[in-house]
């Protein structure tokens, strides 16, 4: 039996090794072990727009028909795809995610299933440009998800998007040329820098997250799988993976390759600036970003304050609702009028279905969050007490499954 090496799967998701397909297998070869229960796991790589979701290429380690599964999956039920693929719910079971919402969608699973699954554990994982991995597992009976598998899928999750990632960035890889910007030896000893990676403090942060993660891949490092995976972030100061390169005499280097999402962007934002607002939109919080993106806390809150200065958006609700991928942002046409040329839009109807749990005051209080009030300018516009409006707002997140207002906002402005 294979040991619970978490280690080796963060490994994995940064090979260049192969094809897409090859990676997916290798990948869920090392995700298998990790769970301790459920059977036939399944990995897909998937694109997905405002309106559409299409799975790309997909392995499984249990029948081939459960590949039909995944695929035609994608053409349920509209909300509830948006669901399992788009919202920034990274690792939930169906049941948890979609069956309690749309309930009709359970006799659809077994009806596809011929009544054999029962319920799937879902993990996600986003590069941060519009595609995605969906890692899952089937039961035979309805599951929840466990408190140590929300710890530790989604910082696996950041690896893993960051891998697909590369995968693209690094497709025509040559050492001698961008996105390579600079090559270690094991130990940290630089042999070449190009680019950003010339910055003296650079280098040094480089040469540090190569001493770190050569020693979070020794068999010390490797049994403390939570301190492994707090330690070694999704990116090097926001800018480089690090990734294993063997010459012809089989020597090992090690690679600071570029592979920070990169945005075309009009308005004014800087790359770091919609890099970030971009995982705001899939409803991240400030703590997953700045893991993701190897960058501090603080980075994250300045830059979401300059992304709201710069958009003219009073709150993180609406920079959320903004950048989601159904928001907006994503339904903005350009129009003449005039002679004037303006971008026009509108917010989608929030889906009724979506806040049926909600009372009266509750739904009056999520406009007011949805608005980017303040529960201090909530409290006064509707004559209550602050501590009223804190536990409408508490009662409000614990109802629609959420734990941030920016959470709240991706997900009310997700597919309708």
């Known amino acids: 039996m294979k040991s619970k090496d978490w280690v080796a799967l963060i490994e994995a998701g940064y090979s260049l090794e192969g094809n897409e397909e090859a990676w997916l297998n290798n990948v869920l070869d090392r995700a ?6 459920g059977w036939w796991p399944g990995l897909a790589s998937y694109r997905f727009t405002p309106t559409t ?27 509830a795809v948006d669901l399992v693929y788009r919202s920034s719910v990274q690792v939930a079971s169906m049941s948890e995610l979609v069956f309690s919402r749309f309930p009709d969608q359970r006799t659809v699973m077994r009806r596809s299933t011929k009544g054999l699954i029962q319920d799937v554990l879902g993990i ?11 890692l899952c597992l089937m039961f035979f009976k309805e599951i929840t998800s466990k408190a140590i598998e929300k710890k530790r899928w989604p910082l696996i999750a950041s690896h893993l998007g960051a891998g697909l990632r590369l995968r693209d960035v690094a497709a025509s890889l040559t050492l001698d040329k961008v996105p390579v910007e600079a090559i270690f030896e094991p130990g940290g000893r630089l042999c070449d820098a190009r680019e950003y990676a010339m910055d003296t403090s650079a280098r040094e942060a480089l040469r540090e997250a190569v001493r770190r993660i050569d020693r979070i891949r020794t068999r010390a490092g490797r049994s403390d799988p939570d301190n492994a995976m707090e330690a070694w972030e999704g990116l090097v100061q926001g800018r480089w993976s690090l990734v294993d390169h063997f010459d012809t005499d089989r020597r090992r280097f090690v690679l600071a390759i570029k592979n920070d999402p990169t945005y075309p962007d009009p308005r004014g934002l800087t790359m770091r600036e ?9 409803g991240h919080s400030s703590k ?21 200065s710069k958009l003219g958006l009073s709150s993180i609700a609406e920079l959320a609702a903004f950048f989601a991928p159904s928001g907006l942002r994503a ?3 350009e129009v003449s009028i005039a002679g004037e040329d303006l971008l026009v839009g509108a917010y989608p109807l929030i889906n009724e279905e979506r806040v049926s749990k909600l009372t009266e005051a509750e739904r009056a209080v999520l406009a007011h969050l949805v608005a980017g009030s303040t529960n201090n300018d909530i409290a006064q516009r509707r004559n209550v007490s602050e501590y009223t409006v804190a536990n409408q707002v508490k009662a409000i997140f614990q109802k629609l499954e959420v734990s941030s207002r920016g959470e709240l906002a991706a997900r009310l402005q997700s597919v309708a």
Request: hydrophobic fraction near 40%; glycine fraction near 8%.
């Open 32 to 37: 298998a072990p990790l769970f301790d229960r």
């Open 53 to 79: 979701v299409d799975i790309e290429h997909a392995v499984t380690r249990g029948p081939k028909k459960l590949l039909t599964f995944l695929r035609e999956g994608t053409r349920e039920l509209p909300e």
């Open 124 to 134: 996600k994982a986003f590069t941060g440009q519009d595609t995605g991995l969906f």
């Open 274 to 282: 919609r890099q970030v607002a971009e995982f705001v939109g899939l």
């Open 288 to 308: 997953e970003i700045s893991y993701t993106l190897g960058v501090s806390h603080s980075a994250v809150t300045n830059c979401t304050a300059r992304v709201q």
């Open 331 to 333: 339904k903005l046409a």
